[in-house]
């Protein structure tokens, strides 16, 4: 028993320094790829985009200069505005019950609103987390990892996932409902706390700014949060990031973010999407979404139809099985298959009291994360990605684990 110990210790030290080791080197490829980019545009309609960027510059440097936020919440609002309130905080608190719950949600504020690239996009990536929360009790990760490891990493999905949810939906469903009852909610936006940057971002987004730049500032804006609420907070560094769960799902792209595609008959026709190595990097984290988001929506205004035919096709229900049945199984007694449960038959919903997030926006350093990827090539990692499952399966083998 204690030499199965040991080697399971072992294996986490390892995983950790291999996955600082490549952390650096990522980091430094995303600055420089940045620089390329401002020399060499390969964006289309990239001179009306910096245009855009340097009235949002100014727009929230009038802001942040005024700093009016405080009073714009004490300004007297209608009955109506009152309601509306309510409703989209009871709806909040409703849909953010767990993850299927918001990844539909995610969903339905898109076909409501197609212009709203971003809930698109939030429902793929939501579709992921989904998958990293159920991976957490495949024998692979179980190797490696005791039951404490597993509850502290799931409660930090889940967290995040949470953060990103109860400021996100307000934005798109104030948005969304203006649009039907055809008038404007965008004051309502700091009884939410949205950030001041959000808030000059729908402002200009309702002025007819590029729906990309609304896109990518909804990506910083989320990634911000996370990094102010959870990331950079020195309990969860020491329990969570320092885990060997963290570790071998970071190294091993168990946690890489993959859209299924379907061919027009609904055939399974590839994996594509992109791998973040340094969770802990703001900046990494930003600049993926930015490509996941070059790859969805690669003609600028409509998404990939591949992607949209295997979200209309499959519904969410977390589990692996979803985008690779001839390889994962929800039944835990199945053979030849490996296990990836649904989340319903693993985790409870949590309901956990809201993470406060203040003002993370006090400078202009955001805007310069502004400017949208390049359209990305259609690239399958589907065979890469089974290599790399074949491996965390021989691993666990090696390692004794239960199935």
Same mark, same amino acid.
């Given at each position: ?22 952390? %650096? ?5 995303? #600055? ?12 289309? @309609? ?19 200069? @005024? ?31 767990? $993850? ?24 793929? %990536? ?36 949470? %953060? ?13 409902? @203006? %649009? ?13 706390? +949205? ?14 700014? #590029?729906?990309?730049?609304? =896109? ?47 061919? +027009? ?14 969770? =802990? ?17 690669? $003609? ?21 099985? #979803? +985008? ?8 835990? =007694? ?23 997030? @203040? ?20 690239? #399958? ?23």
């Amino acid at each position: 028993m204690r030499g199965a110990d040991d080697k399971q210790l072992e294996f986490a030290a390892i995983l950790r320094l291999l996955r600082m080791a490549t952390s %650096v080197p990522s980091t430094v490829w995303i #600055d420089l790829r940045k620089r390329y980019r401002l020399k060499h545009p390969r964006i289309p @309609g990239h001179k009306a985009l910096v245009e855009e960027i340097a009235l949002f510059r100014e727009t929230l440097q009038a802001r942040l200069a @005024g700093d009016d936020r405080a009073s714009a919440t004490q300004q007297a609002i209608s009955a109506e505005d009152e309601d509306l309130l309510r409703l989209i905080r009871e709806e909040t608190r409703q849909m953010t019950r767990n $993850n299927l719950t918001r990844t539909d949600a995610y969903y339905a504020i898109f076909k409501a609103c197609r212009e709203l690239h971003w809930a698109l996009l939030a429902h793929l %990536v939501s579709r992921n987390g989904g998958y990293n929360m159920t991976d957490l009790h495949r024998r692979a990760v179980k190797a490696i990892t005791s039951e404490a490891d597993r509850v502290a990493f799931f409660s930090f999905l889940e967290r995040c996932n949470d %953060v990103i949810f109860r400021d996100a939906y307000p934005q798109l469903r104030l948005y969304q409902l @203006g %649009v039907q009852r055809n008038r404007s909610y965008l004051h309502l936006l700091p009884h939410f706390q +949205i950030s001041m940057f959000m808030q000059v971002a729908w402002k200009l987004f309702q002025k007819n700014m #590029d729906e990309r730049l609304l =896109t990518v500032a909804l990506i910083i804006n989320e990634q911000r949060r996370i990094e102010a609420a959870i990331v950079d907070h020195e309990a969860v560094i020491r329990r969570v990031f320092a885990s060997p769960a963290f570790s071998a799902q970071s190294l091993m792209h168990i946690s890489a973010v993959l859209f299924a595609a379907r061919d +027009i008959r609904l055939r399974q026709c590839g994996l594509y999407g992109n791998y973040v190595r340094d969770f =802990t990097s703001v900046t990494e984290r930003i600049e993926a979404g930015k490509s996941l988001y070059a790859l969805l929506f690669a $003609n600028q205004n409509q998404p990939r139809d591949e992607f949209l035919r295997a979200v209309e096709s499959v519904p969410h229900t977390a589990s692996r099985e #979803d +985008i690779l049945p001839q390889i994962f199984t929800h039944e835990a =007694t199945s053979r030849g298959l490996i296990y990836s449960p649904r989340l319903v038959d693993v985790w409870p919903d949590v309901l956990a009291w809201p993470i406060t997030v @203040g003002e993370w926006c006090v400078d202009l350093t955001a805007l310069d994360d502004l400017l949208p990827a390049p359209t990305l090539k259609m690239r #399958d990692f589907s065979k890469r990605y089974t290599r790399q499952l074949r491996r965390l399966e021989r691993m666990a083998t090696t390692l004794g684990s239960p199935p």
